[in-house]
């Protein structure tokens, strides 16, 4: 969907006019009161469930929570899921032209926030006419947009759900992405982020930026569960002969497996995206205006109705942190349920189709269901 | 000191002669009784004590640990720490000239082990009419060396002191390092690792990788006291007013932190030799000749006396892997005491002078000084 009026940033650029993508998965009601908008994470799209036509292999990202009869209904919900701008999936984003230049925007696209992005992703509402959400959901970055729809446009929403998310980046967080960023900026195919004007994509900054945080998202248990020191080429008997002595060559499955992850990655996704999207993260932070005191920003919330979920292992945003949130939003007296899974799997738990998490999700929304028809 | 006979390697190949650098504190007694070698670890060098008289700030990289009255006393014990080969600090490496080509060795440094490296200290200790050693001591990639000498030359140690180390890597961080390794070999500087040859050094990948072991040195909760969400241009008053908004320019201190030591870190260290030092790490794991069961490995260490250390907040050796060490040795009835040490640095504690640390050491030398002279 087009947008003629500019979007104006959070940065204090603003965006002339811009494309939104977006996917719809089941019916509007007549009071069009059971929409429940989806954010999506780094990495990922608007197609959220489902499958495409022509595509083997092209489930949602969260297919397995997402559709009839699943968790999220959508014989009950009329679900949207949005690309953000910046991306590299459809919406407006640095592998577009800028009108005013005639070139792909590449490095000059403005820096966008999660502020910026549930602005337009209201906007996008306003033309669906949905003046409200049932609810708002998401996980990890999707969790941070569905925290600031909360903030920024409270009577717009009925519950938020926040899955796998933090009120901020720590510092190792931080640091983590500016690793990764480094790996890109510093490949000599990235010139400054104008690669397509040289005909080269900066493919070995993406790959491992992605190693990187394919290990921040793996619990070091399941990594250790699902490959831990295993050798690419044992032949199970006699452990160790089969070791190569090579410092360049792979050795352990954990190594071809994290190429194999670099690899793909950065067959289909657009540095300077992956820039802005781990920026967006980084600035995410709704306490700053209020001097770090994340009680004092959730007031503006009062009134809503909030669901945490945290995932034991994942140690990219612990517990710990939801914590932070949900004491946030006690300390408002704000209605707020907590539930953290005891599950293996670290950060990508919350992809992953667990039965007490699931189980969490399709009860809230059953509530949700019933309260529309009352 | 120059090795002329061939020093089989692990790997099958050999290094038919070599120089290894070292480094001596204190005085070796008559009966050459107190000597204690002290193992390094991945980026640190024979110097672990003292300073230089030509340099500044050359303090030896343990020198809060070891000289005149300090834990590990120089007036009571012969100190001798040995640059591991393939090092780029002395001893014969990838920078060095290999005889057979006229050329520098670059990539074709054989594989090194901590097996090898233990082996040409052994021989060290030989040429020095050291016949066996009061201690052996190393943290982290020096306590496997600590570790493998009670495995592999065990007639020739008293104590073993293995600090902040782990019977072997774990898949994460064998994942850690292969990041760090393919950020160096895709470096187009890096050529197949005969940069040399090119007039060239992969200083971008150096860099990298660099930060990428940073980040795991460091505790979650020490880098968030040193540097949380700080910004780089912060005036103190108006959070956030001071946001650049910038995807590529530093905007947190500890962007701007690990930016520092990558650049310092791609000055003065040989991208083989991380490479090598890497693999090193990998390959440990004294179990696997024996399916896996370490109190097997430890079998052949029986009659030694061990001190293991481990601090809570490492999380790159966590406490669990040095408990695993502790396990085995209990299950050989070997003589093991086991500090955990409440501290807040990660693994870089083993580094730091901690009271309640250096006690621990400073005890377990006394001890082992007042046996001497029994």
Same sequence: chains 1, 2.
């Avoid at 997402?66 to 949005?82: A, H, Y």
């Avoid at 060559?249 to 540095?271: N, V």
């Avoid at 920026?279 to 994340?294: E, N, V």
């Avoid at 140690?315 to 907590?338: G, H, T």
Wanted: charge should be negative.
């Amino acid at each position: 969907m087009r947008f003629a009026d500019g979007l104006p940033l959070r940065s204090g650029a603003s965006l002339a006019g811009y494309e939104l993508v977006y996917e719809t998965y089941g019916e509007l009601n007549a009071a069009r009161s059971n929409a429940v908008l989806v954010c999506h994470a780094l990495n990922a799209s608007h197609h959220v469930a489902g499958t495409h036509e022509d595509a083997s292999r092209s489930e949602g990202w969260w297919d397995n929570l997402i559709g009839p009869g699943k968790p999220l209904d959508t014989r009950q919900f009329f679900v949207i899921c949005v690309n953000n701008l910046g991306s590299c999936f459809g919406s407006t984003g640095p592998t577009h032209v800028n009108p005013d230049t005639g070139r792909r925007w590449g490095a000059d696209f403005p820096v966008v926030t999660v502020e910026d992005w549930v602005d337009a992703q209201a906007r996008l509402l306003d033309r669906l006419g949905i003046a409200k959400l049932a609810a708002v959901l998401g996980g990890s970055l999707g969790g941070m947009q569905a925290l600031s729809w909360t903030l920024r446009h409270p009577d717009r929403v009925g519950e938020c759900i926040a899955v796998a998310t933090a009120p901020n980046l720590s510092a190792q967080n931080i640091a983590f992405n500016e690793v990764a960023r480094r790996a890109i900026i510093t490949d000599p195919d990235f010139h400054g982020g104008h690669y397509d004007a040289h005909g080269v994509l900066p493919k070995r900054g993406l790959r491992v930026a992605r190693m990187i945080g394919h290990i921040t998202y793996l619990s070091d248990d399941s990594m250790e569960a699902k490959f831990g020191r295993s050798l690419r080429n044992a032949s199970g008997a006699g452990r160790g002969a089969e070791l190569a002595y090579s410092t360049q060559d792979i050795e352990f499955q954990i190594e071809s497996y994290l190429r194999h992850q670099g690899d793909k990655f950065s067959e289909y996704f657009d540095a300077n995206t992956y820039l802005l999207i781990t920026r967006a993260l980084d600035y995410f932070d709704p306490a700053l205006a209020f001097g770090g005191d994340l009680s004092a920003a959730f007031a503006a919330a009062r009134g809503k109705r909030f669901l945490v979920v945290s995932f034991t292992t994942d140690w990219r945003f612990s517990p710990a942190r939801s914590r932070e949130i949900v004491k946030a939003l006690v300390d408002n007296r704000i209605d707020v349920s907590y539930a953290e899974i005891a599950a293996p799997h670290g950060h990508d738990a919350f992809l992953l189709e667990d039965p007490r998490y699931h189980g969490v999700l399709r009860a809230s929304f059953e509530r949700i269901a019933a309260e529309l028809t009352r």
